[in-house]
């Protein structure tokens, strides 16, 4: 993927298999969305890294793991906000298993750093947020007041007007703003994160190094080639393996990080928290 500007906001989307959170990228991020995605949104730059699958338990433990380092690389360096995303009015067991899996994942720590996003805002009608959620259950309470009692609810249905979704996303990323500043600017880091970006480092310049090789052997074959031909066609050649060279370099990030997911260079850092998935 793309480097990620330094201002943007970077958001982990976490929930159930199945559970709608596309819906909810879709809805912050203003438009259909696959796994990731930026977009300007409220004013500001925002990565939207959704997890489908990430806590599927029936999954093997080699799928959830890959889906980790995924969501690792694409959130790096660590998000600004893990939003727990819950549908309003239900808090079931499967939602209080995610949010263990989440600390199991990343730890306690992590909770500093989650906001919960209640779907289905519009069966609110004119109740407030704050009074549907004085008649939860305890889990819920003492979810919130884990996380620091950081909520909102957002709406993704058609029915609901353009201007009031904005206003909702603008509501999240004031949120999100106010999060960030209580934790002086910190984004969430974990030694996941610490040992990806130093791979990443590695293979950027196991890559300049093999790229670099290449394009000197490919200009050897054509002086080589035409030794004895027009000098203007031989500059036109190695102008030409120049340019796709210093391409190759500008998109040397994506191709690190795609060769760091497709080994599962991850997996060595993982277990030791992986493995407690299929213990919940």
């Not at 959170?21 to 990731?36: D, F, Q, R, Y």
Request: hydrophobic share 35%; net charge positive; proline share 3%.
């Amino acid at each position: 993927m793309a480097a990620t500007p330094n201002n943007a906001l970077r958001i982990l989307l976490v929930r159930k298999t199945k559970s709608g959170k596309s819906a909810t990228a879709n809805t912050i991020l203003g438009g259909k969305v696959l796994e990731s995605e930026i977009a300007a949104q409220a004013g500001r730059e925002l990565l939207v890294v959704d997890t489908p699958g990430l806590f599927d338990t029936k999954e093997t433990l080699n799928t959830t793991c890959r889906e980790i380092s995924r969501c690792v690389l694409a959130s790096c360096p660590g998000p600004h906000a893990i939003v727990l995303v819950l549908r309003l009015g239900r808090h079931t067991q499967e939602e209080q298993q995610t949010v263990a899996l989440v600390k199991n994942l990343f730890g306690k720590a992590a909770m500093k750093y989650m906001i919960i996003l209640f779907t289905r805002r519009d069966e609110l009608g004119d109740q407030s947020l704050s009074d549907f959620l004085k008649d939860a259950d305890v889990n819920l309470r003492s979810l919130l007041q884990e996380c620091g009692d950081s909520r909102c609810a957002i709406s993704n249905s058609m029915n609901t007007e353009q201007a009031e979704k904005e206003a909702q996303v603008q509501e999240l990323v004031e949120l999100i703003d106010k999060m960030v500043q209580n934790n002086q600017g910190a984004y969430f880091s974990d030694p996941i994160y610490k040992d990806i970006d130093q791979k990443l480092r590695q293979q950027e310049e196991h890559l300049k190094k093999v790229y670099v090789d290449e394009l000197q052997n490919k200009i050897k074959l054509v002086e080589k080639e035409y030794v004895h031909k027009q000098p203007a066609k031989k500059e036109k050649q190695i102008k030409l393996l120049m340019q796709k060279h210093d391409e190759r370099m500008k998109n040397i990030r994506g191709e690190a990080e795609m060769n760091i997911f497709q080994h599962s260079w991850l997996l060595p850092v993982l277990p030791h928290n992986a493995n407690k998935f299929k213990s919940l």
